[in-house]
C-alpha cells in the first residue's frame, strides 16, 4: 500500500486527506482494523517513535498514551506494586506482563489527559495489554504486532471500529523531514539525537550521586519531552511520566502544569482516596473525574446537597488543604526534565514542592548560576545535556 485516503484532515472541512511516502515507497504500515484518522495517525507515528526510543534507550518495553499529538502519559514496563494496581484499576488483572504494565502506567498516570487516547506499543501486544484497552475509552493503538487472542480482543472492541495499526519495526524514515505551512514547504533533518547515560554525566550542583533508576527516569523524561509539543517540562517516577507540561508559552507554566498533575497522581495515593467507596456499576470516567473533583479544591461546591450520592456510597470526609500538604510533603524521588533551559529558579522552586530531587536539562541561561544556586538549597542533583528538545 503505497498511500491511505483518509475521511478527512484534523477537521471534517478539510478535505481531501491522505497519508503517503513522497518517494512512491510502500506505507510501512498496515491497518488490521477500524478506519484511523488524521489525528489518529499523527499521535500514532509519534507514539510509535517515543517508545521505540525508549525502549533502546533503557532495554525495557515501553508505551505511551497520546492525545493531541503530545503524550498524556509514557512509561517502561517496570513491576506494579499494590498501590499502584489499585489506582490504576487494574487490581482485578492478576500479575500483568511487562508491556501491560507499561501500558498500565502510561494510561493510568493522568486518566484525566489519556481519555480517548491513542496507545503506542514498543512490543508485540499480548492478551493482558488487550484486556486493558478494551477497557478504556480510546481511539487506537499501534504496535509492532498483535498476538492472535490479542488480535481478536481489540478487533471486538467499538463494534469492529476500533483502530488497530501494525508498523514495520524495521522501518527507517529518510533523513530529511517536510511539512507545509501556509503553502510553504519547511525543511529540517529529522531528530536522531541518541538520549542515553552519556547524556547524563555533566552534574553541575553540589550533590552528584545519581542512581540507575534516577538514570532511567531521565531519559524516560528526556525521550517523553523529545515528542511533546513545545515548551514541555516532564515529571518522571519510578519509570513513568506522572505530569507532562506541554505548549506553553512560559516555562514555568509547564512546571506549574506537570507539577500539578504529579501532586494529583500522588494524591491519588493517600488514604483518603484509596478509602473511597463508589456506588456500584459507575463507570469508569464517572470514577476518574470523582477523584479529580474530590482532591481539587471545588470539592466542598460540586458535591454539596446531596449529589455525593450519585457518586458515593457513604460521603467522603473533606480532604483539607492542610491534609493534602502534608501527606505531598512525603512524596519523594521525582525527577524532572525540561526541553529547553530553566531561566530562573522559581521553576526548581516550584519542582521541589512535588518531591523533585533530580533534574535534567539543556542548560545556557544566563541565569545558570542562579538555578544551580536554588538546586544546591535543596540538595537536587541537576545534569546539564548541552541539548535541546524542541518539538513543533
Not at 223 to 228: A, D, F, R, V
Amino acid at each position: 500500500m503505497k498511500e491511505l485516503e483518509l475521511k478527512y484532515g484534523c477537521n471534517p472541512n478539510q478535505k481531501p486527506s491522505r497519508i503517503y511516502i513522497e518517494d512512491g515507497s510502500e506505507l510501512p504500515i498496515q491497518v488490521l482494523s477500524g478506519r484511523p484518522g488524521y489525528i489518529n495517525f499523527l499521535d500514532a507515528f509519534n507514539g510509535w517513535q517515543l517508545v521505540k526510543e525508549l525502549k533502546a534507550a533503557t532495554g525495557l518495553p515501553a508505551a505511551t498514551s497520546f492525545k493531541h499529538v503530545s503524550p498524556a502519559g509514557a512509561a517502561v514496563g517496570l513491576p506494579l506494586d499494590d498501590t499502584m494496581k489499585k489506582i490504576y484499576w487494574v487490581e482485578d488483572m492478576g500479575e500483568l506482563s511487562p508491556i501491560a504494565c507499561a501500558y498500565a502506567r502510561a494510561r493510568g498516570a493522568d486518566r484525566m489527559s489519556s481519555f480517548g487516547d491513542f496507545v503506542s506499543l514498543s512490543d508485540v501486544c499480548d492478551a493482558d495489554t488487550a484486556r486493558l484497552i478494551k477497557r478504556e475509552v480510546s481511539d487506537g493503538v499501534i504496535a509492532p504486532g498483535y498476538t492472535q487472542e490479542a488480535l481478536e480482543i481489540l478487533k471486538a472492541k467499538k463494534n469492529g471500529n476500533y483502530n488497530v495499526i501494525q508498523i514495520d519495526p524495521d522501518y527507517v524514515p529518510a533523513p530529511v523531514e517536510k511539512k507545509q505551512v501556509y503553502g510553504i514547504t519547511f525543511e529540517q533533518g529529522r531528530n536522531e539525537l541518541k538520549i542515553d547515560r552519556e547524556l547524563l554525566s555533566n552534574i553541575v550542583t553540589e550533590k552528584k550521586e545519581l542512581p540507575d533508576s534516577a538514570k532511567i527516569d531521565m531519559m524516560v523524561a528526556l525521550i517523553t519531552l523529545k515528542y511533546t509539543q513545545s515548551n514541555s517540562v516532564c515529571y518522571v517516577k519510578d519509570g513513568q511520566a506522572i505530569g507532562v507540561g506541554a505548549g506553553q508559552q512560559s516555562r514555568v507554566h509547564c512546571t506549574r502544569l506537570a507539577g500539578q498533575k504529579a501532586d494529583n497522581w500522588y494524591l491519588r495515593q493517600a488514604p483518603q482516596v484509596l478509602n473511597l467507596e463508589f456506588v456500584d456499576g459507575i463507570r469508569r470516567a464517572d470514577r476518574d473525574n470523582a477523584i479529580d473533583v474530590y482532591i481539587g479544591e471545588e470539592y466542598m461546591d460540586v458535591l454539596s446537597e446531596g449529589a455525593w450520592q450519585k457518586i458515593f456510597k457513604v460521603k467522603p470526609p473533606v480532604f483539607t488543604r492542610e491534609e493534602k500538604r502534608a501527606w505531598l510533603d512525603q512524596m519523594s524521588g521525582v525527577t524532572l526534565g525540561s526541553d529547553a533551559f530553566f531561566p530562573f529558579g522559581d521553576n526548581i522552586e516550584r519542582a521541589h514542592k512535588s518531591g523533585v530531587e533530580y533534574i535534567a536539562q539543556p542548560g545556557g541561561s544566563v541565569r545558570d548560576d542562579n538555578v544551580i544556586e536554588v538546586c544546591n538549597k535543596y540538595g537536587i542533583v541537576m545534569a546539564f545535556t548541552g541539548i535541546r528538545l524542541f518539538h513543533h
